[in-house]
């Protein structure tokens, strides 16, 4: 083919080169927002499930961090109002022994005392009733303890079997308490603390 000819064929072949580019361009542009739709749909449900994901192990993590929490606090109920057992059940009165045992006394109060805020912080209506708890409880053991010092330390085994030390059960009021923690976990836990403390009542 001559050079004429191959120069008249030229806008055949440019317009030919132009139609091609311009489809090439349509495709690329579907294409790509197809992909895009794609990636991005992707990315979304990834960032939905992680967001979820981070939300349920923060929701795991406070509640153990919570129950831990209330375990904590009333096991420290527990021994201050199990102290005056302790001092009954000394077995001498030698001034490490007595040391011992009152330094253990005022570490279990400022425990409790520790416990007692926290609880506080974390439910107002649980708060309450642990303060009733330890109001029911705090006069028997200050009773109980001073005569528990009073008396002479135990020289045998079947002196360990002190008895009851005071009148009023400590169980009914830690079965209360462990009621009331109840309403800390849960669906339970959205409840007001108003409707809470008409249902412990």
Known sequence: MGTVGVIGQLPNIHGAALSLANGANATGTSGGALTLSIVTAVLGSSLVAGLVTALLTGLRGAATARRDGYAAAI??????????????????????????????????????????????????????????????????????????????????????NVGQLYGPDVTDSLDRLQRAVRWRFGVRRLAPARFVVRRLS
């Not at 009152?102 to 926290?118: F, I, P």
């Not at 200050?142 to 528990?148: I, L, Y």
Request: proline share 3%; glycine share 8%; net charge negative.
């Open 75 to 160: 096991e420290a109920l527990v021994a201050w109002a199990e102290f005056p057992y302790r001092v009954r059940r000394r077995t001498d009165d030698d001034p490490e022994t007595l040391r011992r045992l009152a330094d253990l006394g005022h570490d279990l109060q400022e425990k409790l005392a520790r416990y007692r805020s926290w609880v506080a912080a974390e439910s107002s209506a649980v708060g309450g009733e642990f303060d009733a708890v330890i109001g029911e409880v705090r006069g028997n053991v200050g009773t109980a303890t001073g005569a528990a010092w009073q008396a002479s330390p135990v020289s045998s085994a079947v002196e360990m």
